[in-house]
């Protein structure tokens, strides 16, 4: 029992972490149109800052600052290099995010090496928030869910109930009336992909210091992103919520089950039939949990297809 | 006109003629060559010429690459076919493995596809370390290339020819593929696919044929593969591979007929020289990339072909007064931002910080000079070349877009 | 414009002056074909400085064949194809041996590569000496007598750190072997269940994982956790070992990690007190093997500014074991490798902690290992923190060996 608890507590706050990168994609392409490929990148940038800025100012000063950097970033790519190809179409946006995300990691390679950094929980922070059946629960991860879950409710609130939330939201349904207005829908654009690019930034100052924060980090993460918004509904804050908490939970919930094809078998009796055959037989559900969301995400089309 | 079969067999002409030409070295740069350009060509047939945007297209590259290991080394390695027929081995895995991924991933369109794809391939690369009988794990599966014909096939120049021989014939029978009804149908799949249907065509049953014959010559690349390699592996199958293949054709020009390849054989090109001489040869892929695709948004040849074709108005022809400047100018930058980057790569070593950690900071050796990294005078030259050339090349800008303005 | 222009190399000077004196006979060429850019150069770039370290040895002491031994270097782009390629291009300059090390997928291809051109080229064979790839397979099914691997494999790496957590006495009973689900992954997950019985433990659950692909480990470590295991085995490296351990710190697991690649430059940076008290065998440790050890590693970090650890120490014993080698083999006007290879299998040198050898059954080098652990007390502290790695127990070369593998029939030439 214990151990479900944990799983499902685990999975949950993995899918948080998704949902904290996954939200500023979401608002980007709601808006836009543009599936950006860089802000996997943007995550990474963030725990970089983060470690950069925390010698210099203590750990919390480093966690406010590093997505206010992040965020002019995005503002400055949005600006000097998406807006210039707008007019090509959204593939081509697309494939310079790519190129952008490519340059990104190359560059943080050639400031801070190849390897991991030194970038960590603080000492104050790394304690068991409880203990369950000898398991200590570390408070950090606490931390994270929170901070993602109070992310999603002040995104959800400024959208829906301030003006500026108005302003955004018609920007994205009726750009061309919501200029007619005297709105001015560029910088409104501007402004939310930096927001996006900051929320990235945010989760990757938070998640770095407990995960690893490595140059490999963006590349390891974005295609999951990815995953994420598309099984959510492109544009849809709440469906990337859903989706960050299905993966998760459905990730961590895999990797305690150690039960393959042949098991099937095995019920009817085809057990040793299906062990002799090997190859996909044979494979245990846990060693395929990291690409359990593909699956997801494939079994998604095919049901809205059949819907 | 009367230029162009001129220009075509001119090119071949040198491609025949390149084993005597180029150092061994270089000569297996070029088989490598041929089959990225052959490969990028299969992908801009789905991606330009249809429209639909790929992002795994590794995974039928992969399969053609695994087909043809398998099928050399059937019959305790005689081989299924004779060595120079091998590739139809993998041709023909990559066609059949198209017609399924194809029927699946083409119901969805846009961002929808794109992800499908990627997805698919992503299986397939999960799955394949699995399959130890089919993909032969970590280390992969190893084959022979047999004598046949009364050709050993043991020298790279064999192998050159066998490569040329099916890279040119794939690309010729791509571009009969453009002239016949259905390569025009492929266009009207990128340009109006409401109308396509309206028109009363089965626009799924055509989306899958196309992915199904673009799958087909990525598998025979992948077959040129393994035969040059005499090896497959499934890091054939990373995401990597997709990416790259992406990059390279955008870099040429997906909507021109060569385009693709000439991006991908200048792409590999450039790997094989810089990746020996610095280490950062990724970054300026990368930066090459995106400058490309902000400046030069048809890709290199696309850009040239549109320059040179006389479609412009008059008076919006190559003025040498300006595309001087501009060459100057873009020289320049580049220069000071290879330096930059360079000196600065050496700086960050993980050696040098060591160095500099103990409070030294001895010069560095590079391009041959020496460079003190304590000075400012060291950073503000290439800095100064790199803002320079871009002023150069902003200020040109300017003034053509002024006198375009007092012309209209 | 004041650019001194002293344009050459203290080393090209060295070079230079040594090679002076000699007769033009054909200069022994090795080529470096490792992934020197891209994700996994980090590994690379290490193996680049162990051999520019030790052909600067070889050079000092004069060379071979009268001229200095001449390396190339190429980056292999981090895959089996660019390898290859990489690989042809050194053949086509030259190059009598290719050395490399990350990447049993690479080293897989390049073997293979290595035995076909020595196939259809006989007299002009060449030689490939692996540094550190260990996958069974390579002195296993694959070997063959062109191949030389100086590094340690799963059945060497797993037998010494059971052997010596077991001295230790913080072995225990209950073992957990955890790994990544590909070769490397399985082999050491096989050589942790062969050495149950004689170090006496039970193997209570073994997992496979994804390689490079888990963000969050906190699930496994639930399951470690459930099974009440004393010991983690695990062959996991890098990032897939970093997140385990600071998973398995997180939540208190209480049971002893003992990995093989722990020493990876980097890992202590990030772990920091995580890694306290875990456990490492490697082929080599600073601290063990007295005032030789220590002065060896000085000069290692006088000449590439850091001191040896990782892949380094084995790529610089094997070198000096070709080194030996080629001292061996006469002056001559054509270098034969052949003689090279033979001259190989026979040679033996003295590290700072033992005797190195070549076994000549199945090419896979013979030489001490250290089980070591993470500790405080250590005197040569790593990546700038307070911890370093402490010798627990020196296993001899002929205590660390592993039997020859009955899958490899090697072909000798005639």
Redesign the interface.
Known sequence: MDQIFFALLNGTIYGLLLFMVSAGLTLIFGMMGVLNFAHASFYMLGAYFAYTLQPLTGFWPAIVLSPLLVAAIGVVIERYALRRVHHFGHAHELLVTFGIAVVIAELVKLFYGNYPVEYRVPTELSFAAFTLSGIDYPFYRLFMGAVAVAMFAAIYLLLTRTRVGIVVRSAIYRPAMAEALGHNVPLVFMGVFGIGAALAGLAGAVAGAFYTTNPNMALDLAVLVFVVVVVGGLGSLGGAMLASLLIGITNSLAVGVNFSLGDIFGIVGLGEWAGSVGGVMTMRLSSFAATLPFFLMLLGFWCVRRA | MKLRPFLILLAVMVLLAIPWLVSSSMLNAAIQMLIAALFAMAFSLLCGQAGMLSFGHAAYFGLGAFATVHAMNAFNGEGLLPTPLLPLAGAAVGLVSGVVAGYFSTKRTGVYFAMITLALAELLHALAPHLKGTFGGEAGISSFRMPAWGFGFGTAIEVYYLTLFWVLLAIGLLYLLMLTPLGRLALGLRENQRRLRFLGYNVHALGTLIFAISAMFSGLAGALQSLNIEAANYAELETHVSTVVLLNSFIGGVRVFLGPAIGAALMTFFGHVTSDVTRVWLLYQGIIFVLVMMFLPRGIVGELVERFSGKRPAGEGIRLSEMLPRLAGIAVAALGGVVLIELLQRVMSRDYRALAAGGQWPEITMMGLSWQPGSPLTWLVPLSALALGLALVLGVNRRAAARREATA | ???????L?SAACILALSAGGAAAAEPLKIALVET????Q??TG?LYR?AVQYQVGKINEAGGYNGAPVVLE???N?G???GA??RV??AI??GAHIIVQGSS??VA??IT??VR?HNL?NQGNEILYINLGAE?M?LTGE?CHFYHFRVSPNAAIRVGTLVAGMKEAGVLGERVYAMNQ????GVDVQEATKAAAATAGYEVVEE??????????F???V??I??TNADTVITGNWS?DL??LM?AAS????KARFGTAFLD????I??A?AIAEGHFVSTPFNPEAGGEKSKAFAEDYKKV???YPSYVEPATVFGLTLLGQALQQVPAAEDIDVTAIALALEKATIETPIGSFSMRAEDHQGVFPMVVQQVSADATFKV???SYGFKPVKVFSAEESAAPVQESCSMQRPS
């Open positions: 414009m004041t650019f001194p222009t002293r344009a190399a020197l850019s891209g994700p150069a980090s770039l400085a270097e190429y980056d782009q895959g089996p194809v290859t390629d042809r291009a086509a300059d049993s997928a897989g291809q293979e590569d076909k259809r996958a397979e694959k689900n590909y070769s490397w997992t496979l994982h994804e390689v490079n692909k888990i963000q969050d906190a699930p496994y639930a399951r956790q459930a990032n970093l997140l600071k997180g939540a208190g697991l990876q430059p980097g890992n940076a990030n920091g590439t500014g850091h990546d700038d923190t």
